[in-house]
């Protein structure tokens, strides 16, 4: 009989790179993320307004874990025709906005108006130097790709572009880097339909305030038609990955956070490992492109855990065996098709952002429950996010590190909420808006300096709440 162990062995050389192989893309590569490729767009998005109101199919976010039967897809042809449909709709209509679909906190979900922007894409040049427009239903990726046929580019990226420009800032979508802030950041101005179907603008000069509430506002404010973002010269990154022991790489994050322009690492459960990844502006004008072989590496971490979860001194011994911490991998590029990438591997996920100076004493005691749990094989990954003030920001007025916890979505995740969350929260962790947590208003308005202002702020913009399904209620405190 043959042992489950030999189809491993057989790989010979390339087995031995598995483990490495996991720091493609933003890395890790294709094997921790997910691929989205918009296939939960709510409709097509060339369907009219019209086709938008026949008998809707139901909605499901990326990974399954959230979904809903609405009454209406409204996918508008423009910002007139949204602003026109919110004045028309009936008395005590609902309406959620949605993107790619790939929050997992329930965000999203309705039983009424579910709004699509994908016909709002598009990037042109903004009237004021170093900034462009934005439509709100564009794509990251459709965003990285037009601006680069301008001689421009965003600041930073998050690790997956699939995401719709509004739904990114809306939930604070971040990617890493110490001295790189969140998207919603780089925002200088935003157009937004209110529920009562009124155009706003706001910037530093014309209702700042609103601004600063409108950056990251899940949705409560208003739909984000359009955004005035701050955009730089298209630049080159060097990626590197490395394979180091944790504990050692641990300690050497917040120095490699200084040295270079980002820096990350994911910690594989079970192996002793962590593997290390920086970007920095390159200016050699040389491609090199890697083949990654990522998924190969989730499938090989939870081949590991499969056959030897029943013994962890056992499966870090065959992990070890398999991992080669001399290979390294580089590679050379456009930033933003090193930065962010498509994945295919479902899953859910936690994420909270601690204060930086407690990133390193937090992510111990995860990796520590992490693997109390044999159950457990995808990589934790750990970053590194400037402060900025957007109200609602997890990362308002503090540098944060934020690490993120996934489960396979076809198996249970129930442990994120009630074993890792309390850790997060020990730490002075803010959540991610579109991951997993269970707070309230209450434990909400407790980390959040402007948390009332921004509760006042939406009362005066929405007073009847069109814009609110219950998860919103829950977090914003909003009980009529």
Known sequence: MTHPLDSLRR?????????????????????????????????????????SQAAPAPWRNWSGLQQCQPRRHFVPANEAELAQALRDAPAGTTLRSVGAGHSFTPLVPTDQWLVSLDRLSGVARAPVAGAALVQGGTRLAVVSRQLDTLGLALPNLPDIDVQSYAGAISTGTHGTGRELPALHAEVQALRLVTARGEVVECSASKNPE??????????????ITQAQVRVVPAYNLHRHVWLEPAMQLLERAPELARKHRNFEFYYLPF???????????????????????????????????DWLGFSPALRRKVAGWLIDPKQTEDARNRAWRLLATQRPTRFNE??????????????????????????VFFPLEFRFVAADDAWLSPFYQRASCSIAVHAAADEAHDYLLSEIGPIFQRHGGRPHWGKLHSLGAAQLA???????????????????????????????????
Not at 210 to 221: E, T
Not at 351 to 375: M, Q, T
Not at 449 to 476: I, T, V
């Open 210 to 223: 609103l601004l600063a509430a409108a950056r990251v506002s899940l949705g409560s404010l208003g739909v």
């Open 271 to 305: 192996t002793g490992y962590a593997a290390g990844i920086t970007h920095d502006v390159d200016t050699s004008a040389e491609v090199l492109t890697v083949q990654a072989a990522d998924e190969d590496v989730l499938r090989d971490l939870r081949r590991l855990r």
């Open 350 to 375: 936690t994420e909270y952002h601690v204060p930086a100076e407690a990133g390193l004493a937090c992510v111990k005691e995860v990796i520590a429950a992490l693997e109390k749990r044999s159950e």
């Open 446 to 480: 407790a980390l959040y300096p402007r948390f009332k202002d921004f509760q006042a702020l939406r009362r005066d913009m929405d007073p009847e709440g069109r814009l609110l399904n219950p998860h919103l209620r829950s977090l914003l405190g909003v009980t009529a």
């Open 11 to 51: 790989r010979g050389a390339a087995s031995r790179r598995l483990l490495l192989r996991a720091g493609a893309g933003s890395a890790l590569g294709a094997a921790l993320w997910p691929g989205l490729a918009r296939a939960q767009a709510p409709a097509a998005a060339a369907a009219s307004a019209s086709a």
